[in-house]
């Protein structure tokens, strides 16, 4: 058995060799690579932090980066091992990450078609955990308890707690109902409605980062009918306008509350085929409410 040892000249501690042919070269997402071939490529988190993860230019970067300076480096039957903290839905692992993917361990079909094996490992165990654990149990609970993950959990948030702690981050406008589906009302009156809903989500403590309670209201009406002929065609020149004129339903802090009227432009369906409900909310947080 031969013993292996870095070989000379050594250049530093990221490009070296070893006396059994190995080499090993490191660089920054950005670096250059041309010229040169891996037979594997070790990433370690393409995306160092919120700021990062938030700008989509420099989300497109790192991804062009990869896509076209580090994955052509790779010699035949390349391998790529990408460990990374799931910064944001859009981070390059989410990219490679096939559209229905729920959070799931093993191996999996990527967009471009290519197998990958997903090892995810939460903080607190879901259901069918990978190691065996029972749900919400602590992956280490040496070094975070049960007691102090949960004080994680209270401190971040919901979206950095998903994204840092159980790598599965979820966008912040949330998966459902997106900001560009609303756009502001263009005039008034409102239209005929037929009915109303009112939705609300309360929370209960007053700390700045608790949860936010949430009110909705709804006015469902039919678009076709011959009271609302008006809307009809204001919708319709609404889903037309430019991004610009997005928003999104507007928050606020302690009870200072603020709303807007909004047409949605979201694909909404009802049981009747003749209809298109469009919906009004609002949004708003008390110190605190039952």
């Not at 938030?54 to 062009?64: E, K, V």
């Not at 401190?155 to 790598?167: E, K």
Request: glycine content about 8%; aromatic content about 10%.
């Amino acid at each position: 058995m031969r013993s292996t040892s870095t070989a000379r000249p050594f250049k530093g501690r990221g490009d070296w060799a070893t006396n059994q042919s190995g080499q090993y070269y490191a660089i920054g997402v950005g670096g250059g690579v041309t010229g040169r071939r891996a037979q594997g490529a070790l990433l370690d988190d393409l995306v160092k932090d919120r700021k990062e993860a938030d700008s989509p230019l420099i989300r497109d970067n790192t991804w062009d980066w990869y896509k076209t300076a580090l994955r052509t480096r790779l010699r035949k039957d390349g391998w790529i091992v990408f460990v990374n903290t799931r910064w944001h839905e859009d981070d390059p692992a989410g990219r490679i990450l096939p559209e229905n993917w729920s959070g799931e361990s093993g191996w999996i079909t990527a967009r471009d078609g290519e197998e990958w094996f997903v090892i995810r490992l939460p903080a607190l165990a879901e259901a069918n955990d990978q190691m065996g654990r029972a749900p919400g149990e602590p992956l280490w609970p040496a070094e975070k308890t049960l007691k102090a993950l949960e004080q994680e959990r209270k401190a971040l948030g919901s979206r950095d707690w998903n994204a840092l702690f159980q790598q599965y981050p979820t966008t912040e406008e949330g998966a459902i109902i997106k900001a560009a589906y609303w756009r502001k009302w263009p005039e008034k009156p409102a239209p005929v409605v037929e009915y109303v809903i009112q939705s609300i989500d309360g929370a209960y403590e007053e700390e700045e980062e608790n949860d936010y309670s949430a009110r909705t209201t709804w006015g469902i009406f039919d678009i076709f009918h011959q009271d609302n002929a008006k809307v009809s065609k204001l919708c319709s020149r609404a889903r037309s306008a430019t991004r610009s004129r997005d928003i999104t339903p507007s928050s606020s802090r302690h009870g200072e509350a603020k709303s807007r009227s909004v047409c949605s432009s979201a694909p909404f369906r009802t049981a009747s085929s003749t209809t298109n409900p469009t919906g009004f909310s609002s949004r708003r947080r008390p110190a605190a409410s039952a």
